[in-house]
Nanobody, 116 residues
Framework: QVQLVESGGGLVQAGESLRLSCAAS????????MGWYRQAPGKQRELVAT???????NYADSVKGRFTISRDNAKNTVYLEMDRLKSEDTAVYYC??????????WGQGTLVTVSS
């Protein structure tokens, strides 16, 4: 079993920064994709950023140039550095891990609230 635990959410003002962390535990297949989705009130869950063990990162257009995804494979942890936050970034952010050929595992989510 694999479990993901997110942390780092909170309340910030527009223009400020926040760093999210997601630590995976359990039996983890080395080749996988980790990343972040978010869901704002009344909206569908959307992809924010992904990063495979091998390969290139991928970002939603709305966060390119502001958010940076990174991962520490030795620690099975993925991070999301969010800079120059906007009110429209307000959402619950969910971490996920998807091993190659398997089903994704999701974290419980962490709330990010950006005030104007």
């Amino acid at each position: 079993q694999v479990q993901l635990v997110e942390s780092g959410g909170g309340l910030v003002q527009a223009g400020e920064s926040l760093r999210l962390s997601c630590a995976a535990s359990g039996s983890i297949f080395r080749l996988n994709t980790m990343g972040w989705y978010r869901q704002a009130p009344g909206k569908q869950r959307e992809l924010v950023a992904t990063m495979p063990t091998l390969g290139n990162t991928n970002y939603a257009d709305s966060v390119k140039g502001r958010f940076t995804i990174s991962r520490d494979n030795a620690k099975n942890t993925v991070y999301l550095e969010m800079d120059r936050l906007k009110s429209e970034d307000t959402a619950v952010y969910y971490c996920y891990l998807r091993p190659i050929g398997d089903i994704a595992v999701w974290g419980q989510g962490t709330l990010v609230t950006v005030s104007s």
